[in-house]
């Protein structure tokens, strides 16, 4: 797994904000991922493999709350940038194993900040609108209090808050909703929940921007272009938030993805689809009702648009594996 290609370093000068990276080609750079066979993770991989030099570590391969083992492997393979993709991402379970929850997502989050800090790596870190707690009209920007209402949104703040104030060069990108063609997803949920079922009952009153994971993973590489290329002089290191649009509740996400499996032929005949309000379909986990993220800043510094999750549906309804034991109950 680690080569043993010499580390050449990035050569970095820094301010208290502003941080100019010059001239190290993409492919020379030296990327550490963590959390690789998860969804994101999984997305991750398929878009550097080849363009970067790249170390993935799947969860079995590196547990980030090992502390000594993320130092050792982080000193060996001496990484550029470190991706952490890895996450306690069970929303529900977590709010009664808040112990293994706030192990993984801040302290692995915080072990992993350090060792970045150590050798002068920059650490990507994903986050989420579940920091918020739902109760703004507004989307979220970055300068909005976080206030989370479960516990994985307070296991998930406080990683954010680790990385602040243990690593000099963290990018956090706060995103939600996630979907992709690999892993357990609310796509995959609905589409087995439609072929199965004539009417669904799913959740109007939580409106969110679904994210295609792979356009996270394109985000990343952007980034990272930018943090190694001459094309660009200055990054800017924080928190920046990055969702999908239009924004849209469950039932209409839902309704699109029946939408798009119809017209992919996936599915014969369309369900009926009911709103029903979150008071109906008891979580053992609240969730906010508005995760809305604003993605303008992200847009500003770095040039990216937002997700395009219509666009990305079609794709990942076509192409998702419908062998993996199907589920019983929508998931938001
Ligand atoms: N999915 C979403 O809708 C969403 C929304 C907003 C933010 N995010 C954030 O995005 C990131 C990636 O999430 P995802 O959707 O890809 O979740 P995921 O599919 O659950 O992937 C998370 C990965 O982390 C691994 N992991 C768990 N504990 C670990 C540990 N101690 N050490 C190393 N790896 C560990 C998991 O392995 P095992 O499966 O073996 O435990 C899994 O492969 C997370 O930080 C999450 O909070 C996700």
Known sequence: MISDIENKGVSVET???????????????????????????????????????????THKQLDITQLAKVYEIIDEVKPDIIINAAGYTAVDNAQNDEAQANLVNHDGAQYLALAAEKINAVLFHLSTDYVFSGESDAAYTEQDLPHPIN????????????IQQSCTKHIIIRTAWVFAEHGQNFVRTILTLAKNHSQLDIVDDQIGGPTYAGDIAKVIEVLINKLSGDDVSSVHYGIYHYCGLPYVSWKGFADAIIMAAKQGDIIDTLPKVNGILSEAYPRA????????LDCRKIAQVFDVLPSDWQAALSVVVSSTDFSLEPLTKPKP
Not at 28 to 48: D, E, N, P, W, Y
Not at 153 to 162: D, H, I, M, N, P
Not at 285 to 292: D, E, I, Q, T, V
């Open 151 to 162: 516990v994985y949104g307070q296991s998930k703040l406080a990683g954010e808050l680790a």
């Open 15 to 57: 301010s208290k904000t502003l941080h100019k990276i010059p001239i190290k080609a993409p492919s020379t750079v030296k990327v550490m991922l963590t959390g690789a066979a998860g969804a994101v993770g999984v997305s991750i991989v398929k878009q550097l493999a080849g363009k970067v030099d790249l170390y993935a570590y």
């Open 285 to 292: 986990a609240k969730r906010p009702k508005n995760s809305r």
